[in-house]
Each structure stands twice: as structure tokens, then as C-alpha cells.
């Protein structure tokens, strides 16, 4: 930038200045394998590529935009006729969805599994060594329901699905996929009209619920 001053009418100075801004990383993409799977036992693998900077090293955040455990499909009435079923059941996760933190790592690729959800949405935000961060292309999965009572309730069941996370000292996976079978959970109450007792919230905390009797 430059400062222009008068000093007397027929007279100007100026002082300049160059800053160099850090650019962002660069021409990246991102992928996820397998594109569908069942909740809670397909593990997804994403995978930035490609993405170019100058200051390294590059860290990864992955992100997820999670449809409401309530979410029925959304509401239709104001589609575009010209909407395929992909930008349509897209348009529909991001209306009704709840924005979670994957892994924030080093490395450019991530495993994880996912709760039951059509058209889960996962991207990266990747960034510099100085903190210059771009935001990759966003991809959508789909993740089954897994079969009624298939992810048991008893402490050894829950145990087990946390293992391989507890051995590796992972809280924030632990804490993550014990929100994750919290929703399988009470999807899966709510489907059978009622909710059962010691039921954990999407938070991860437990709560005593009576059990209620399903209505005709």
C-alpha cells in the first residue's frame, strides 16, 4: 500500500509498504470410501489429496453435517423440479443438521464410522503451518440404520464398541461415537414408540427414563 502527503503544493511525498499475504493450500480434493454403510460398523475412510503449500506442515480438521435423529426426509414443497435425487436429499441434510468435528490431525486421511443418516455431508478444512486454512469440495455418504437391536445396550456391548478408541486414549472419538449410539439408541425407541431405561443422550451423558407403554 502507499501514503501520499503534500508537503507544499508542487510538492508530494509517499511512503510505501509491501506485505506478502500467505496464501492457503491449494488445488486439493477430497474422497470418502465406501459412499454408503450402516451406522456404527462401517468404517468411512476420507482422504485429502493433492492440496498444495508452500508452509508445511498441512493439518487436517474433518467435519461432518449430521441430519437431525428426527430429520423424516424434509419437506419437498419447495423443490425445483429440476433437482436430481443427489442436490435434493444434499438440500435436505443441509436444512436440517448439526455441524460435528470428526478428527482434527496431521494426517491426511481419517477413519471413522458414522451414525444412521442419507446424505451425511464431510469435508476439511485444511491449513498451513501459519494457520492459512481453505476449505475442501463437500461429499456425501449414506449410512444405514443398523438392524433392530443389533447395537446392544448392556455395558459389555457398549464396551466393545469403544475398545479399539479407549486403547488408543482417544476421548473426543470416545465421547464422539458414544453420541453416535445414543442416536442409533433412541432412534430406534422412537421407531418402537416408546424409549427404554438408562438410555444415553446425544450428549453422552446417561439418563434414567421410565419406560413408556406404546398407544394403539
Known amino acids: 500500500g502507499r501514503a501520499r502527503s503534500a508537503v507544499r503544493d508542487d510538492v508530494y511525498g509517499f511512503s510505501e509498504v509491501r506485505v506478502q499475504v500467505n496464501a492457503p493450500p491449494s488445488a486439493g480434493a477430497l474422497s470418502i470410501s465406501p459412499a454408503e454403510g450402516t451406522a456404527l460398523f462401517t468404517v468411512f475412510t476420507i482422504s485429502c489429496t493433492g492440496w498444495l503449500d508452500e508452509h508445511l506442515p498441512l493439518s487436517y480438521e474433518y467435519m461432518?453435517?449430521?441430519?437431525?435423529?428426527?430429520?423424516?426426509?424434509?419437506d419437498d414443497s419447495t423443490a425445483d423440479e429440476s433437482e436430481d435425487e443427489g442436490e435434493r436429499r444434499r438440500r435436505r441434510s443441509r436444512s436440517r443438521s448439526k455441524i460435528t468435528p470428526l478428527q482434527q490431525?496431521?494426517?491426511?486421511?481419517?477413519?471413522?464410522?458414522?451414525?444412521?443418516g442419507v446424505?451425511?455431508?464431510?469435508?476439511?478444512?485444511?491449513?498451513?503451518?501459519?494457520?492459512?486454512?481453505?476449505?475442501?469440495?463437500?461429499?456425501?455418504?449414506?449410512?444405514?440404520?443398523?438392524?433392530?437391536?443389533?447395537?446392544?445396550?448392556?455395558?459389555?456391548?457398549?464396551?466393545?464398541l469403544l475398545l479399539d478408541d479407549v486403547l488408543t486414549k482417544d476421548a473426543t472419538a470416545v465421547a464422539r461415537k458414544?453420541?453416535?449410539?445414543?442416536?442409533?439408541?433412541?432412534?430406534?425407541?422412537?421407531?418402537?414408540?416408546?424409549?427404554?431405561?438408562?438410555?444415553?443422550?446425544?450428549?453422552?451423558?446417561?439418563?434414567?427414563?421410565?419406560?413408556?407403554?406404546?398407544?394403539?
Open 64 to 74: 461432518a453435517a449430521l441430519p437431525s435423529s428426527t430429520d423424516s426426509g424434509g
Open 119 to 160: 446424505g451425511i455431508q464431510i469435508w476439511a478444512k485444511v491449513c498451513d503451518a501459519h494457520s492459512s486454512c481453505a476449505i475442501s469440495e463437500t461429499v456425501a455418504v449414506d449410512a444405514a440404520a443398523p438392524p433392530a437391536g443389533s447395537v446392544g445396550r448392556s455395558p459389555e456391548d457398549v464396551k466393545s
Open 105 to 116: 490431525t496431521p494426517s491426511a486421511t481419517a477413519s471413522t464410522v458414522l451414525p444412521a
Open 178 to 216: 458414544v453420541g453416535f449410539v445414543a442416536r442409533v439408541w433412541n432412534d430406534e425407541d422412537r421407531a418402537g414408540g416408546g424409549v427404554s431405561s438408562g438410555v444415553v443422550d446425544a450428549s453422552g451423558s446417561s439418563s434414567s427414563r421410565e419406560t413408556k407403554e406404546a398407544t394403539a
